[in-house]
C-alpha cells in the first residue's frame, strides 16, 4: 500500500550521515506519476504523504491493507486527510459522493470516517496529506481568495513572500493537520525567514513551481550542526521536530508547508536569529 516507509529519526543520526542518507531518510521524492496514486509513510507524527494524478481515469483512494484487522477498512476511518491541486488544469474530488470542484490552488479539508474518496481531471495533480485524528470536523473547500495572506519579508533581503494559512484554527477547524500555502515574490529566494524550531510538531514541506532546472537548498539539523538536501520540482521533505527548516532557491518558487503534533498554535516556534546558525 505505501510505497516508502520513513521511519523517525533521532538529531544524532545526522553525525556522519552522507548525502545519500539524508535523502533517503528525509526526501520524498516521485510521488506525482501520470495515472497513479502513490503513498508514502512518516513514522512522525504518523504522517501519510502521497500524490494523484489522474490523467485520463479517476483514482480512488485506497482502503487499508494492514494490520490485517483493519484490511478493507476506509484509509480516513481514524485519519483526516487535506489535499492541494498543485496542477495547471481543474480537477473533481467526490467525498462519499459530495462532489468539490478544485481549480489550481484550491485546497480540501476532508474529515476522519469519510469512506470513498475519488479524484479526476487531466491537469490535476493533488497533493495529499493524512494524520491521525479524534473527531471529525466538517468537510470543506479552501480558495487562495477566502484567506488574507501574511505579507512577510522584503525584495531587499530576497525573501518576500505571502503567507496562505488555509487549515488552521481560524480558517479550517481540524484534529491535527495544519497547512498552508507560501508563495515567493519573484526576485525572491529566501523562505521561512528568520528559520525556527518547534519541538511539539513535525514539518512536511513540498517545494513546486520550479522550472525543471530549478532547484531549492534546503536546510536541516540542528542550529548549530546545519545540513542540506538539494531539492527538484514537486519533491517533499520531512522535518523532524528539533531540526531547522528554511530553504533557498535558484528562483522564486511556492511551497506547501503542513504540521501535525501536539497543537495546533502557528507561532509554537523557537524563532533562530540566522546568525545563531552554524
Known amino acids: 500500500m505505501f510505497e516508502k516507509t520513513y521511519y523517525a529519526t533521532h538529531p544524532d543520526m545526522m553525525d556522519g550521515a552522507s548525502n545519500e542518507d539524508l ?5 520524498v521524492s516521485g ?10 509513510y512518516s513514522h512522525g507524527e504518523r504522517f501519510i504523504i502521497g500524490g494523484a494524478v489522474p490523467g485520463a481515469g479517476p483514482l480512488a483512494l485506497p482502503a487499508q491493507t494492514e494490520p490485517e484487522s483493519a ?19 481543474a480537477g473533481v474530488v467526490e467525498v462519499d459522493g459530495t462532489r468539490f470542484d478544485l481549480a489550481p490552488r484550491d485546497a480540501l479539508y476532508v474529515p476522519m470516517g ?3 474518496v475519488r479524484f479526476s481531471g487531466e491537469g490535476a495533480r493533488y497533493y495529499l496529506l493524512s494524520v491521525p485524528a479524534h473527531r471529525a470536523f ?19 533581503t530576497s525573501n518576500a513572500r505571502k503567507i496562505y494559512q488555509l487549515i488552521l484554527p481560524h480558517t479550517c477547524e481540524s484534529a491535527s493537520i495544519c497547512l498552508g500555502m507560501t508563495i515567493l515574490e519573484p526576485g525572491s529566494v529566501w523562505n521561512t525567514m528568520p528559520p525556527h ?12 513551481d520550479l522550472p525543471q532546472d530549478g532547484r531549492v537548498f534546503h536546510y536541516m539539523g540542528k542550529p548549530e550542526a546545519l545540513r542540506h538536501i538539494v531539492m527538484g520540482n514537486e519533491d517533499v521533505v520531512i522535518s523532524p521536530p528539533w531540526s531547522v527548516h528554511m530553504g533557498a532557491g535558484t528562483r522564486a518558487y511556492s511551497f506547501i508547508w503542513a504540521m501535525a503534533g501536539e497543537n495546533l498554535d502557528y507561532n509554537d516556534m523557537d524563532v533562530k536569529d540566522i546568525c545563531q546558525l552554524c
Do not use: C, W
Not at 510521488?31 to 508514502?40: M, S
Not at 466538517?138 to 519579508?153: A, D, I, N, Q, Y
Not at 524550531?197 to 513546486?208: A, D, G, K, N
Open 23 to 27: 535523502r533517503d531518510r528525509h526526501l
Open 31 to 40: 510521488l506525482f506519476r501520470e495515472g497513479e496514486l502513490v503513498l508514502t
Open 71 to 89: 484490511a478493507g477498512h476506509p484509509l480516513l476511518e481514524r485519519r483526516e486527510l487535506a489535499m492541494v491541486n498543485i496542477g495547471a488544469g
Open 114 to 116: 469519510s469512506a470513498d
Open 138 to 156: 466538517p468537510l470543506r473547500k479552501l480558495t487562495l481568495s477566502e484567506v488574507t495572506p501574511m505579507e512577510r519579508g522584503e525584495r531587499a
Open 197 to 208: 524550531v518547534h519541538e511539539r510538531r513535525s514539518e512536511i514541506y513540498l517545494y513546486f
